[in-house]
């Protein structure tokens, strides 16, 4: 049977050209740009007698995506420190956090890039 190539009413399928789908762009705030990574850095440098650990990659990269200031070693033990209880699993022993300020407020990053606000 001949298909159609144009639609109409009752005949399936696309009009026209297909179209591609186009990446999604991300707001420039959340873009994490070598300026930001290198900023980071000179930050981890700069306060390096606050950090008592050598900070992850995932740290590093949250702290670029987050603009974050004043970094410093949050000790992930309970006996010592708060942590909310979605994060005390899996975490191995003494594990240390990066905690530093950004525009928002506090965050504490977990060894694998996630963290949570104080």
């Known amino acids: 049977m001949l298909r159609k190539r144009t639609t109409g009413p ?3 399928g696309p009009t ?6 186009v990446k999604e762009q991300e707001p420039p705030e959340w873009r994490i740009t070598p300026t930001r990574l290198s900023r980071a850095a000179f930050e981890l440098a700069r306060e390096h007698r606050r950090i008592e650990h050598l ?35 899996g975490l191995p022993d003494g594990a240390d956090g990066l905690r530093f300020t950004h525009a928002g407020g506090e965050l504490v990053v977990l060894p694998d890039g996630c963290g949570f606000a104080l």
């Open 55 to 89: 900070p992850t990659k995932a740290q590093w990269r949250t702290m670029a995506g987050f603009d974050g200031r004043a970094p410093s070693t949050y000790d992930l033990d309970l006996a010592v420190k708060w942590m909310p209880e979605a994060t005390r699993a």
């Open 16 to 21: 026209g050209r297909p179209v591609r789908p």
């Open 10 to 12: 009752g005949v399936p």
